[in-house]
C-alpha cells in the first residue's frame, strides 16, 4: 500500500477569522498582534502581505509598510474554537491525524482511496467541507512523506492543492527553491553562500559527512535529506493516548523573548481547550524549542496535583522557556505539550477540590460549552481595547 500524507493549513488563519466574524475586513488588508509599543505581528492577510508585511515582524514596522491596514486584537478562543470544528472534519476522513499547531494539521491518508477516490480527489472534497461548514479556504499538499506534503501545502497558496507524486521529490525541491525550502531560514541562506552553494542541485553535490563538516552535525544532516526531498523527521510526533502537543514554525527566527511568550500564551489555550474538549487531564506540560542550527532542546515540569487551566500551562510553559533559552537566541520552532494526560473524570483527591485553579478549569469548561452553542464568549484580556 502507498503511503499518502496530507498537510492542511489554514491559510492566513488569524486574519481570516477577523474577516470571517467581520465582513467588512473582507478584501482589505489586516493585521492581527499586540497593541501595545512592543506588539508583534501574530498573522496578516494576504492583502496585508503584498505589502511586506508578515508573522513575528513588529507591529510599528508592519503599520510603516502598511499604514492603511485594519489593525485587531488577538481573539485566540476565536480561532480554536475554528481550529477544533476543521481538526473535526480532518478526524471523519482519516484516523490518523496529527495537529502540529493551531492552523495546520497532518492526516495519514493512505488505504483510503475505497472511501474518497484518488488523493487529489479526496483532498477537494475536504477543501469543499471545510469551506461550506466553516467558510474558510485550506490549502493541501499531499506527498509520501509529511516533509513534502507540507511544502506542497504552500507552493500554491492560498487555496491550494498540490501533489507530489512518488518520485518527484527531488524535482519538486528544485522548483521550490533553496530560498524557499522549508526548514531553511536566512542565516542557514547566507552560510551557504559563503561556500558557493544557491541552488538545492548544488547542495545535492555535497557528501552529507561534507556538509556536516561545513555547517555541524545536526545542520548539515539536514540540508543532505532535504536537498534529495527525505523527510528529515522533524514532524515525529507523539501518540495521542500519551500527550497533546502543538508546535509553530516561525517563518524567520525569532530572538525575541515578548513574542516567544505571546506563542506560548496561544498554544497554551489551544491545548488545554483540546482537553476540555477530550476530557482528559495531566500534571506535565512540557516545551520543545528548535534553534536556528536545528539542534532541538526539550523541557517538562510536573506538578503534584492535575493542571486545571490554560493560564497554568501558560506559566510553566513560560517558566520552562526561561529556564532554556536566553535573550537573543534564534528560535525557529517552539512548542507546548501536555503529558501523560489521563481521563478527566478519574476521582482525584477531595483536598484538590478547593484548589482555585479548579475554578479556572470550570469556567474555560462553561466558554467551550457555550462557544459549541454559538455564543460569541470571549475572554476580557484577549478582547481589543475599544470592547
Known sequence: MQTVWFHVDMDAFYASVEQLDHPEYRGKAVIVGGTGNRGVVSACSYEARKFGVHSAMPMYQALRLCPHAIRTGVHMERYSEISRQVIEILHSFSPVVQQISIDEAFLDMSGTERLFGTPRQAAMLLKNRVKNETKLVISVG?????????MASDYDKPDGLCRVSPGKEIAFVDAVGLKKLWGIGDSTLKNLSKHGIATTAQLREYEVTHLQRLFGTATGSYLHKVSHGIDPGVHTGETKSRSISTETTFPVDITE???????????????????????????????KIRFSDFSTISAQSTLDNPLYSAMQVYTLAKELLKSRWHEGQPVRLLGVGLHNVIGSSIPMQQELFDDPNKKKRELEEAILALRSKGRPLQKASLLKPKE
Do not use: P, W, Y
Not at 498554544?267 to 512540557?286: G, N, W
Open 142 to 150: 499531499i506527498g509520501q512523506s509529511k516533509f513534502i506534503a507540507k
Open 257 to 287: 523573548g515578548a513574542v516567544l511568550e505571546q506563542n506560548l500564551l496561544g498554544m497554551s489555550h489551544d491545548i488545554m481547550f483540546r482537553a476540555l474538549k477530550e476530557k482528559l487531564t495531566s500534571q506535565t506540560v512540557a516545551i
